[in-house]
């Protein structure tokens, strides 16, 4: 180990010699066709405009999370001597520039670094990662068009079966009665109509999902590598400030500790891949932990906060209405979702939505320490007819961001989860937040966890990278189709270090002051026996 140290420190003290960076470019065509002139999709289709906005991709390229993806899998941080992943990622972003030529439909990438050959290997590498991401999206929307299709098929076919069972029901009372039923005939004839028209509708469906199928065969990303990047066609450019010789201790160690956590990176990533392309899913990515939250630290890492924020940019892809439903599923109870719930929902709020998050793990709550709250007034007593919904929703210190805690548990929660006040409670906050975020109880271990799952837009697996598989969760998803749901979305949770919540105080007068029209929160705080309480005051979005 020491004399493999004292070689990386050689060569890291080599590349630091030389007095001149190269730069590298790469060209990327962006075939967009006319996908910005058509009219907008449906609400229940997949937006294809946003894959073709020029704009969006180059951002998407200059994204911090794309260019971390890129630090793990190059092992950027032994080969730059930099301390930690993040510092890395930063130093990537200095050396790389893009440009857009929106009339040309090309994007240049340029990248510099002290040798021409590793110039030109980080500017492939971020290209074809670039691309991979690009591939991915057009595979899963022309999937989900597919599974679309297939749906209403099967809908059409028991359309079909209904009427065609109606008919031989009512031939048979026919001869029964001799024909002397009155309507009968009637009645036959307008099914035999319903018949027709139903049989053409399916003929309709199978021919589309045949081309679907077709499609989703052939798809291709409208991004394509018009140039790579070649070590004899790198030029030398300004010359940049260089470490000095005191830091050769620091790059030692900064060595051993890349070398002990070597491979990590591609171990990840590939992991990762291998997600989007097994399970065909619209959304994956890391969900890192640290111990407390969004809401009230405001000095983490900025990779952790890249880290939901591109979370964030892929639910906004998923087809959804004015308001998406998602509910968050641990794959075991030890998943961590109530902190990337937490994280997830501040960063949707941060970029001006309106979120709504309830726990309903009634009998393992685990959000209300990260709001500061108590778990009770909540969910079950809302559900239960004891109290009204403007006592149980708490508006939170972060704008646009609203809890609603579990509440107690109820000796029947499957039952509270299936009854008509839960689709009354959706329906109102569906017209009242941009995204509602419901944590549900691990789906394998009660039964109203695939109730809440059936209910949503959406189902996200949250699972502890490193101790999941890819065959666990085909497994979940198999659960979840049984139980009418779809799985969209995979959640992947890192440690990063830190100290978990402090639990609220039990007592609900000590609970952070809500305001209630018409009073005042030191009103409210001096009732007795009683906790202050808050109206849900939230404008649609326009």
Same mark, same amino acid.
């Given at each position: 180990m020491l004399v493999c140290s004292v070689v990386f420190l050689g060569g890291a003290a080599l590349r630091k010699s030389l007095p001149f960076p190269y730069e590298s470019v790469v060209c990327i065509r962006w075939e967009s066709g006319k996908a910005t002139d058509e009219p907008a999709p449906s609400p229940s289709q997949f937006r294809a405009s946003r894959l073709n906005d020029f704009s969006a991709q180059i951002a998407e390229l200059r994204s911090g999370n794309l260019l971390s993806e890129v630090v793990l899998a190059g092992d950027l941080v032994r080969r730059w001597n930099v301390d930690h992943e993040a510092a890395a990622t930063r130093l990537l972003a200095r050396r790389s520039e893009v440009e857009g030529r929106a009339d040309e439909g090309v994007i240049l990438l340029r990248t510099r670094d002290r040798t021409a050959a590793a110039s030109a290997e980080l500017a492939n590498a971020i290209a074809d990662r670039f691309l991979f991401r690009k591939h991915a999206e057009v595979r899963a929307e022309a999937n989900a068009r597919v599974v679309r299709f297939d749906r209403e098929k099967r809908e059409r076919h028991r359309a079909i079966e209904a009427i065609e069972a109606r008919l031989l029901a009512l031939s048979a009372d026919d001869e029964a009665a001799d024909g002397g039923v009155e309507g009968g005939e009637d009645e036959q004839n307008d099914l035999?109509?319903?018949?027709? @028209? *139903? !049989?053409?509708?399916?003929? %309709?469906?199978?021919?589309?999902?045949?081309?679907?199928?077709?499609?989703? +065969?052939?798809?291709?990303?409208?991004?394509?590598? @018009? *140039? !790579?990047?070649?070590?004899? %066609?790198?030029?030398?450019?300004?010359?940049?400030?260089?470490?000095?010789? +005191?830091?050769?201790?620091?790059?030692?160690?900064?060595?051993?500790?890349?070398?002990?956590?070597?491979?990590?990176?591609?171990?990840?990533?590939?992991?990762?891949?291998?997600?989007?392309?097994r399970l065909e899913l619209p959304v994956a990515g890391f969900a890192p932990l640290c111990g407390t939250s969004l809401l009230t630290e405001k000095s983490l890492s900025p990779y952790l906060v890249e880290s939901y924020r591109d979370l964030r940019t892929k639910l906004k892809r998923l087809p959804a209405g004015d308001c998406l439903f998602v509910t968050l599923l641990p794959l075991r109870s030890e998943a961590g979702v109530a902190e990337a719930a937490t994280n997830l929902a501040c960063v949707l709020a941060d970029g001006g939505a309106t979120v709504l998050v309830i726990d309903a793990d009634f009998r393992n709550p685990q959000l209300h320490p990260y709001f500061e709250a108590a778990r009770h007034p909540g969910l079950s007593d809302f559900l239960s007819g004891e109290m009204r919904l403007e006592e149980t929703v708490i508006k939170t210190r972060r704008p646009n961001l609203w809890f609603m805690p579990s509440g107690p548990l109820?000796?029947?929660?499957?039952?509270?989860?299936?009854?008509?006040?839960?689709?009354?409670l959706l329906w109102d906050m569906r017209s009242r937040f941009d995204y509602l975020l419901i944590v549900a109880p691990p789906l394998h271990r009660v039964a109203e966890a695939g109730a809440l799952a059936a209910l949503a837009d959406g189902t996200a697996v949250v699972a502890p990278y490193g101790s999941c598989s890819v065959r666990q969760l085909q497994k979940a998803r198999l659960a979840l189709e049984v139980a009418a749901a779809q799985l969209t979305a995979v959640l992947l949770t890192t440690k990063a270090g830190g100290n978990p919540p402090a639990s609220p105080p039990s007592s609900p007068s000590s609970l952070p002051p809500r305001e209630v029209a018409g009073r005042s929160p030191s009103e409210d705080a001096g009732r007795s026996g009683g906790s202050p309480v808050q109206t849900v005051t939230v404008r649609k979005r326009p």
């Open positions: 035999r109509h319903r018949l027709h @028209s *139903e !049989r053409n509708l399916l003929r %309709s469906l199978e021919a589309k999902h045949q081309l679907a199928v077709i499609e989703a +065969g052939e798809a291709k990303s409208p991004a394509r590598l @018009s *140039e !790579r990047a070649e070590e004899v %066609s790198a030029t030398r450019i300004i010359p940049f400030f260089l470490q000095m010789p +005191g830091m050769i201790l620091a790059g030692l160690l900064a060595g051993v500790g890349a070398i002990l956590v070597g491979g990590r990176g591609g171990v990840r990533l590939q992991f990762l891949a291998d997600l989007q392309e109820h000796p029947d929660p499957g039952g509270l989860i299936a009854g008509r006040r839960m689709d009354d």
